[in-house]
């Protein structure tokens, strides 16, 4: 195959008149080969910018069709995609587009004064997508481009993206994807989850990370389905959405709150043959609880950036609650011990590994964290904590590593911990995660000085001025010193305990 990703996924739907974007309330429809035309306009817009095969496009833009397109664009171009989310700051984004060496970033017409700066000094051009797709250099260079482009060749190992997870020391780690580390994930979900052409998906998830890019996207294209591009999840058009789609995937908070409404129940839910959860846990009092209102048994499955998807519930067999179920087909988990890296009996907690060809190349420019998490064996250390019972359903019981998912969102402590250490008047901190009923887990800001010396609403001005408002901790406490144990290690465990009611929003 001369690309294998764009021509599985997408070239092979050339032609093709079906919807592949469908709003089932307006009657909008786009058509796979509409999409597709669409695709490769962008693609020329790409290669006319100067981008060659193996450079970096960043985009920080809302989720649109135009936004679609450009990860169909730079797949056909064998340019490398890096979305990122939209809430992040300038300075977030300078460290992003600084460490890949992106050759181009497109982004919001309402960002570009304060991002040019950035992209002047990374050497990099910038163009700009409106949210709704519609406006902005990048949209009206697409709508003049050809849509006739030649598809770049491109290796099974050679990189398809390039998607940052923050990192435990702070700093973030662009994983590099590869070709066939999506495409053979896309392929073994398509089947194991059965999606057919006839399968409409509710995607209100994000395109800037995995679950909503990759697994609902390459899936359904894969399958030839339908997808209800939504802009982000607002419950009450979910809810209207319900009776028009077949298959939903979404992170645990979707499913809390769908069972907040009083309207969700088994009739609405009649025509979903598939309800699937993933990114955080999936607490088994929310499936129980799902189940007793429409009938369906949650499918929840379990991945990671680094790895795509790496274990799922089965589609046809039980659903177990509380569990991620087995490892996908072709790909091996191990449970190690922590301290030695020996592999464990069934029914021992160690630490969750995985190897197969989902398993990324390794991180960007880093090779030490590389060397540090991937194996010479091939396998990948994730640092959740697991087990496998014995019919081989595998748990994940906590993480090994220090961080927080909010919403679905990972949140590294120590990238806050680094700036509330700056602050006036603050000697140390301990960045925890407490229960949240809405997003699973909310961030608390643990700090150690004098009361009178701090002052917390300038420290959140301070921090929302470099963090992404999501990372932001909801409450700040003074104390006069942190829990350490005998090694002189923070008990963040002991903090967690005594602070899991403080996730009330900062007065
Ligand atoms: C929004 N806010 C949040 C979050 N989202 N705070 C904490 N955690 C969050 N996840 C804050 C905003 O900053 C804002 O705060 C306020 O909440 C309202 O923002 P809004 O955008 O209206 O929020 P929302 O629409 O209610 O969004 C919540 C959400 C969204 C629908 C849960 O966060 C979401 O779509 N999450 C999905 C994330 C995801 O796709 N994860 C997959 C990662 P303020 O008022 O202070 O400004 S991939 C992955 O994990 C692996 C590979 C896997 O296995 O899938
Ligand atoms: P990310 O770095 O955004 O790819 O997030 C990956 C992390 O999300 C994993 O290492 C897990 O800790 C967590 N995760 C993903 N799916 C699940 C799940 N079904 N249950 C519990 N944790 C999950």
């Given at each position: 195959m001369a690309n294998p990703l764009y021509d599985a996924v997408f070239g092979l739907h050339a032609g093709n008149t079906r919807a592949?974007?469908?709003?089932?309330?307006?009657?909008?429809?786009?058509?796979?080969?509409?999409?597709?035309?669409l695709g490769s306009a962008t693609a020329t817009v790409i290669?006319?910018?100067?981008?060659?095969?193996?450079?970096?496009?960043?985009?920080?833009?809302g989720k649109s069709v135009n936004a679609l397109a450009i990860y169909a664009g730079c797949v056909q171009a064998g340019v490398v995609y890096l979305p990122l989310n939209t809430a992040y700051t300038p300075s977030e984004v300078a460290y992003f587009l600084g460490d890949c060496g992106a050759s181009l970033l497109v982004c919001d017409p309402a960002s570009a004064a304060s991002l040019e700066p950035i992209t002047t000094k990374h050497h990099a051009a910038l163009m700009t997508l409106s949210a709704d797709g519609l406006r902005g250099s990048?949209?009206?260079?697409?709508?003049?481009?050809?849509?006739?482009?030649?598809?770049?060749?491109?290796?099974?190992?050679?990189?398809?993206?390039?998607?940052?997870?923050s990192g435990t020391t702070g700093r973030s780690k662009g994983a590099m994807l590869t070709q066939q580390n999506l495409l053979s994930n896309a392929q073994t979900l398509c089947e194991l989850w059965q999606f057919t052409q006839d399968d409409v998906l509710l995607h209100a998830?994000?395109?800037?990370?995995?679950?909503?890019?990759?697994?609902?996207?390459?899936?359904?294209?894969?399958?030839?389905?339908?997808?209800?591009?939504?802009?982000s999840f607002h419950l009450d058009r979910a809810v209207t959405l319900l009776p028009h789609v077949s298959a939903v995937m979404g992170v645990p908070t979707f499913y809390t709150r769908f069972l907040s409404d009083e309207r969700f129940n088994r009739a609405l839910t009649e025509?979903?043959?598939?309800?699937?959860?993933?990114?955080?846990?999936?607490?088994?009092?929310?499936?129980?609880?799902?189940?007793?209102?429409?009938?369906?048994?949650?499918?929840?499955?379990?991945?990671?950036?680094?790895?795509?998807?790496?274990?799922?519930?089965?589609?046809t067999g039980e659903r177990r609650a509380g569990t991620v179920g087995h490892p996908l087909p072709g790909v091996e988990v191990q449970?190690?011990?922590?301290?030695?890296?020996?592999?464990?009996?069934?029914?021992?907690?160690?630490?969750?590994?995985?190897?197969?060809?989902?398993?990324?190349?390794?991180?960007?420019?880093?090779?030490?964290?590389?060397?540090?998490?991937?194996?010479?064996?091939?396998?990948?250390?994730?640092?959740?904590?697991g087990q496998r019972d014995n019919d081989g359903y595998i748990s994940i019981v906590g993480r090994n590593k220090d961080l927080i998912i909010s919403g679905g969102y990972n949140i590294y402590p120590k990238e806050i911990e680094l700036l509330l250490d700056q602050q006036p008047g603050v000697e140390e901190s301990a960045v925890i995660g407490v229960p949240h009923a809405d997003f699973g887990e909310s961030v608390v800001g643990v700090l150690?000085?004098?009361?009178?010396?701090?002052?917390?609403?300038?420290?959140?001005?301070?921090?929302?001025e470099s963090l992404a408002r999501f990372k932001l901790p909801r409450t700040l406490v003074i104390v006069d010193a942190l829990p350490r144990n005998t090694m002189g290690k923070v008990q963040k465990n002991v903090l967690r305990d005594h602070y899991s009611d403080s996730n009330s929003p900062l007065g």
């Open positions: 592949l974007i469908t709003d089932p309330l307006s009657g909008y429809t786009l058509s796979y080969n509409d999409f597709l035309l290669s006319d910018a100067g981008l060659a095969p193996g450079d970096r496009l960043v985009a920080q833009v990048f949209a009206e260079a697409v709508t003049a481009a050809s849509s006739s482009f030649k598809t770049v060749v491109r290796e099974p190992d050679d990189l398809a993206a390039l998607l940052y997870t998830l994000p395109i800037f990370h995995t679950h909503g890019l990759f697994v609902a996207t390459n899936v359904t294209l894969l399958s030839g389905a339908s997808l209800v591009l939504e802009p025509s979903v043959r598939i309800f699937i959860s993933g990114s955080a846990p999936l607490l088994a009092e929310t499936h129980t609880q799902f189940e007793a209102r429409t009938g369906h048994r949650i499918l929840e499955r379990y991945g990671m950036t680094e790895t795509n998807m790496i274990t799922s519930n089965p589609y449970i190690t011990d922590p301290d030695s890296g020996q592999p464990i009996p069934d029914g021992d907690i160690g630490i969750i590994e995985v190897r197969g060809p989902n398993v990324f190349k390794g991180y960007w420019n880093m090779p030490d964290k590389t060397a540090a998490e991937l194996r010479d064996t091939g396998f990948f250390i994730t640092g959740d904590l150690v000085g004098q009361a009178h010396n701090i002052d917390t609403g300038a420290i959140q001005a301070s921090l929302g």
